[in-house]
């Protein structure tokens, strides 16, 4: 059956595609005649637009199917990988994967974009998923066969044509994976981020630096940290794992990324407010966003690199069971488990519960590397319009801390890399943190979105070490000090918004505003030992636990309070422009007390950031963007040159790039080039130690970045150039010279191949390389050596050989798979050993 409706008729690929349908449908503009639409009969031309509608369903109903389409079935699963695009190639890539038989008018579906839809399911649940949020429906007319319309319905949510009568539809139960800006991602690629803008947005119409790493990333590269999660992304560099196993502490852009500067979030909200607040788990986290770059419209104070945002794991609509074993190097014993879904029949009360328990040593001795996680999470949706989910987390952490080193023993390897420094009854890195929150979503009738948000977070850490940077090891000793340290730190967030999307013309609006709250608290008390105590480093004999002087309290305990109001709107015109508009005003308040002078510094400040952004979307995928945007993070203390109290540093950001997502593919290739500057630094005069206002850095530098999830590939690839200068200091040897911990180069690459196609069912390899430069030292003429590492992944899936065992994998990871040995040094006297080779072997059971 051929039909033409007032335009040009195709037929591709045994589907129906009804082109060009000429329906004039809006208020403005003329119809085909050249008549303003408007002067005739307005009721006859809806009528007419109503029975095109049925006229697609009535005719893809009549058409003969191909054979593929006859032998489907509507409930028969099939795998899908079909990334986000424009709509009418999205519909083309579905049938393909299906034989079935689509429907649709340009004039319909011409102007959308499609959702990602990946994984297995039944077809007719894969296309319905697809066009959530379109505004599109799907109309079964067949077994394999149906249109895709805007339909007039009434509240049963059945069409009326033209003539009256109605055509009742089978009501489609959508279980399939759809996309969200917070939700799971299969495979490496992720389309969709909300950190960029705090609304779901595609990765493709944000005019920022956007990384996203999958929980599917960090299982296969069995990272243990975060920072090891974000090390195959560009611009991210951190200290030894030694480090980050206590902490989360990396750099954006050559910018510190850490606890205090306000870096770190969890669900879009500010988190840690000290350093040493306990590392965040990754094995809790559904995905890591990373955007970079100047960003406090978007978040409040902040140091300019860039912001990392952990998604929690969040409650399942359909059952989720997971439970992993494992067993590696250094005795590391260690099981965990994700469950999820529905709590009731009606699918309205849904849960969430992951946890872990580790029992494990380290690579240096002595050391152990225990942790107990838990984090319920529970959701209540009555509704479509409405949903509030509580989040919640607890970690104990049992291990001792890392000392820092000086260059001279650590790069001569005159210390052994797995000498256990300090002293057995008296070394503890021992900690308790927790948080509990909400997330609440609701949409009103009139299409207004209130989104609001809140968390407390709470940390306890006892902190006692001894100092190994004091000074150089002299025959063989190497001498330290104790030190004692009790710290505390919380941390109360909430973010309350209104969203709401509307048409003016040609121009779609998404207009955000509201008002966010953060209260940091942090005290910290430190006590030093009485003497030095030697330690043999070739015949270490430990001295037992050192006198502490409790008379002196090193420590201060700080409260400070964040308010921000900001209004954003980001803006499409006729589906191809894309611009951001943003601002802020931000208010900042802190009270430092010093125990040891009794001291109180007050400080006060605001100010202004904004952010403007600029997207032009071509048809074959290409996104080229530019944006500035600012920052700023207040500074404690008092300039000594001028007596006045310290004021903020400020951020400036330029950056263009351009994106990559073609259609049909799940792919995405990222570049950009950027100039950030930060200015009103502290430096310390080298006579006086005394704080001047004076410094400025700037970092220059470009970022590519690729991510792949083929039928048996997936790949992540990056490659980072990053020139960070220091352009004043109180210390005049260090102008001109690049930041530390900032290598100007660095490259990774990931890639794991499922063997089946070569008759290996059920095996996939992996592996991956990183390289970092060598990075500069501020007081010292050396450098640290650049080094490469690989690491290698064999995954065996047992369900694929056997039906029986269908969700049982088998994974063993190796990092450093060649032992390099390398340190980090975050100055000539903070240096660390990296990690060694180091394997793991998992298995697990998903159900």
């Known amino acids: 059956m051929r039909l033409l409706i007032e335009g040009a008729f195709v037929e591709r690929a045994g589907a129906l595609a009804l082109m060009e349908g000429r329906l004039a449908m809006g208020t403005k503009g003329t119809a085909r005649d050249g008549e303003p639409v408007g002067s005739r009969d307005d009721k006859g031309r809806r009528r007419k637009a109503a029975l095109l509608q049925a006229l697609i369903a009535i005719s893809a109903a009549a058409l003969p199917m191909p054979v593929l389409a006859q032998q489907a079935s509507v409930s028969q699963p099939v795998r899908f990988s079909i990334p986000a695009q424009p709509l009418p190639s999205a519909i083309e890539a579905f049938i393909r994967a299906t034989g079935w038989q689509v429907g649709y008018a340009t004039g319909v579906a011409g102007a959308k974009r499609s959702n990602a839809v990946s994984g297995t399911m039944p077809p007719r649940q894969a296309l319905q998923a697809m066009l959530s949020g379109t505004g599109l429906q799907v109309r079964m007319t067949g077994a394999a066969i149906a249109a895709v319309v805007a339909p007039r319905a009434d509240t049963t949510g059945a069409v009326e044509p033209a003539d009256g009568a109605q055509v009742v539809l089978d009501p489609i139960d959508v279980q399939g994976r759809i ?165 009731n029949a009606g699918g309205t009360l849904l849960y969430r519960l ?20 838990i984090a319920p999470a529970l959701t209540f949706k009555p ?151 030697p330690l043999d480093v070739d015949n270490p004999v430990y001295s037992g636990a050192p006198v502490i002087d409790y008379s002196i309290d090193r420590g201060t305990d700080t409260t400070a309070n964040n308010y921000g109001v900001y209004l954003q709107d980001q803006i499409k015109f006729r589906e191809k422009w894309v611009f951001l508009f943003g601002g802020r005003y931000d208010r900042a308040d802190s009270e430092t007390t010093s125990y040891q002078s009794g ?134 040897t260090e102008i001109g010279q690049q930041e530390e911990l900032t290598p100007r180069n660095m490259f990774s690459i990931w890639a794991d191949y499922r063997m089946d196609t070569l008759g290996l069912t059920g095996l996939t390899l992996g592996g991956g390389l990183r390289y970092i430069g060598k990075t500069n030292l501020l007081d010292s003429a050396e450098d640290v050596p650049g080094y490469l590492l690989a690491d290698a992944m064999v995954k065996y899936d047992f369900g694929a050989v056997d039906p029986k065992f269908e969700g049982t994998t088998l994974n063993v990871n190796a990092r450093n798979l060649f032992d390099k040995q390398y340190y980090t040094c975050a100055g000539a006297t903070g240096c660390r050993y990296g990690e060694p080779l180091t394997v793991t072997a998992t298995l697990s059971r998903k159900w």
């Open 354 to 373: 992951t946890g872990l328990v580790r029992d494990a040593d380290n690579w240096v001795n002595d050391t152990p590397d225990d942790k107990v996680y």
């Open 599 to 732: 001291d109180v510094t007050e400080q006060d400040d605001d100010a202004f950031t904004g952010r403007a952004g600029l997207v032009y979307l071509f048809d074959n995928g290409i996104a080229p963007y530019a944006s500035v945007s600012q920052s700023f993070l207040p500074q404690a203390g008092v300039d000594s040159r001028t007596g006045d109290a310290l004021v903020p540093t400020k951020g400036l950001q330029y950056e263009v790039g351009v994106r990559y997502q073609p259609a049909d593919s799940n792919l995405l290739l990222s570049a950009a080039i950027y100039d950030l500057t930060q200015t009103d630094l502290v430096s310390y005069d080298p006579i006086t130690f005394l704080p001047y206002q004076v410094g400025k850095v700037r970092s220059r530098g470009l970022e590519l970045e690729a991510r792949g999830q083929f039928d048996e590939l997936g790949l992540v690839a990056a490659y980072a150039y990053t020139d960070t200068r220091i352009l004043e200091s109180a210390v005049p």
């Open 179 to 343: 996309e969200t800006a917070w939700g799971p991602v299969e495979g490496y690629v992720a389309t969709r981020s909300a950190s960029g803008s705090k609304t779901d947005t595609p990765l493709i119409e944000t005019p920022q630096s956007v990384s996203v790493v999958t929980a599917d990333q960090i299982a296969n590269q069995k990272a243990v940290s975060v920072a090891e999660a974000l090390s195959y992304t560009p611009g991210i560099t951190m200290q030894s794992q030694s480090f980050s196993r206590m902490v989360d502490d990396v750099n954006i852009r050559g910018f510190d990324a850490a606890g205090p500067s306000g870096n770190l979030l969890r669900d879009g909200m500010k988190y840690q407010s000290a350093v040493y607040d306990l590392a965040t788990e990754p094995y809790g986290l559904e995905r890591l966003d990373v955007l970079r770059g100047a960003s406090s419209m978007l978040y409040g104070q902040l140091a300019p690199g860039g912001v990392i945002n952990g998604i929690s794991k969040r409650p399942t609509d359909t059952p989720l069971h997971e439970v992993n074993v494992e067993y590696g190097s250094y005795n590391r014993k260690q099981v965990s488990g994700d469950f999820g879904g529905p709590l």
């Open 383 to 533: 509704d479509d319009a409405t949903q509030l989910t509580l989040l919640a987390n607890y970690q104990h952490v049992k291990t001792r801390f890392s000392t820092p080193l000086m260059l001279e023993d650590i790069s001569t390897g005159r210390i052994p890399r797995d000498l256990f420094l300090g002293e057995p009854d008296f070394d503890t890195y021992e900690g308790d943190s927790w948080s509990a929150g909400y997330l609440f979503d609701h949409e009103f009738d009139n299409g207004i979105k209130f989104h609001s948000k809140a968390r407390y977070f709470a940390s306890d850490v006892q902190w006692d070490y001894m100092i190994g940077n004091l000074a150089p090891v002299t025959d063989g000793q190497l001498y330290r000090l104790a030190s004692v340290r009790d710290e505390k730190s919380s941390g109360l967030t909430a973010d309350n918004s209104l969203e709401k999307t509307f048409e003016f013309g040609d121009w779609e609006h998404n207009v955000l505003a509201g008002f966010d709250y953060y209260r940091r608290g942090y005290d910290t008390h430190r006590y030093r030992g009485t003497d030095y105590i």
